[in-house]
């Protein structure tokens, strides 16, 4: 894997340390009061909570290429979306 696929593969996680870590340096800078790390520290928290949640799949609707032609041929209406993680 290379460094702009690894890069590609977890933006979202570095955009959130890259922000939240500005913002801590500031804090720290300021000598921050309690209730300021108090919203860092929520933030952090809803940060993880949706790279995690973003993480996770759905499972499998159709387990070979025969449920996938099965249900093209079914004559029901049949979305196929080709995505790429790059």
Do not use: C
Not at 35 to 48: D, P, Q, T
Not at 50 to 68: C, H, I, K, Q, Y
């Amino acid at each position: 894997m290379t460094l702009a696929q690894l890069l590609n593969q977890n933006s979202f996680l570095l955009g959130g340390v890259l922000v939240l870590g500005g913002w801590w340096v500031v804090l720290i800078v300021r000598r921050a009061r309690r209730y300021a790390w108090l919203i860092w520290a929520a933030a952090v928290a809803i940060v993880v909570g949706f790279n995690l949640a973003a993480r996770t799949t759905p499972e499998r609707t159709f387990e070979s290429v025969a449920d996938v032609q099965t249900a093209i041929a079914s004559g029901k209406p049949t979305l196929v979306e080709f995505y790429s993680n790059y």
